[in-house]
């Protein structure tokens, strides 16, 4: 007689994305990277005294040809980590329209913050930086 053999299904792993990734790697490390707002006022975070950097230059994305062609808008999220010194170290898309993405992590990755401070002390951050792209 023939053994059947039983396959037990597989659950793919969705790869990380490189903010995901830095965020595991740092953890490892033991090094904290704050979770907060980045482009909003966040009465919370001053009350626990995190005083977020402001945006010193939030480059607007170009619109890819290929997306105003096809009709593509709406918002696309991109989450960022922002070093002590206030410059984006990492970027990805997290939503939005496919053809929009890339346009939103470029320019996410040129953005520019004060430090944001913890109790006085510069902090590395994490947070989204929303685009929302409309065809004029």
């Known amino acids: 007689a023939l053994a059947q053999e039983t396959q037990t299904p597989t659950t793919e792993a ?4 490189i903010v995901d990734q ?3 790697d740092a953890a ?33 994305p170009t619109y890819p040809m290929i997306a105003r062609r096809a009709g593509a808008e709406g918002e696309v999220e991109v989450k960022v980590i922002i070093d ?3 410059m984006v ?6 939503s939005g329209h496919p053809l929009l993405q890339a346009a939103g992590v470029s320019a996410a990755r040129d ?12 902090v590395k951050v994490v947070g989204v930086i929303k685009y929302n792209f409309v065809i004029q």
Do not use: Y
């Open 14 to 17: 969705k790869p990380k994305n």
């Open 22 to 24: 830095m965020l595991e």
């Open 28 to 60: 490892k490390r033991g090094e904290p990277i704050i979770g907060t707002c980045i482009t909003e006022d966040c009465a919370k975070d001053a009350a626990a005294g995190l005083l977020n950097g402001r945006a010193l230059r939030l480059p607007k």
């Open 84 to 86: 002590e010194e206030g």
């Open 89 to 94: 170290i990492a970027a990805a898309s997290i």
């Open 111 to 122: 953005a520019q913050f004060a430090p944001t401070l913890l109790h006085g002390i510069a």
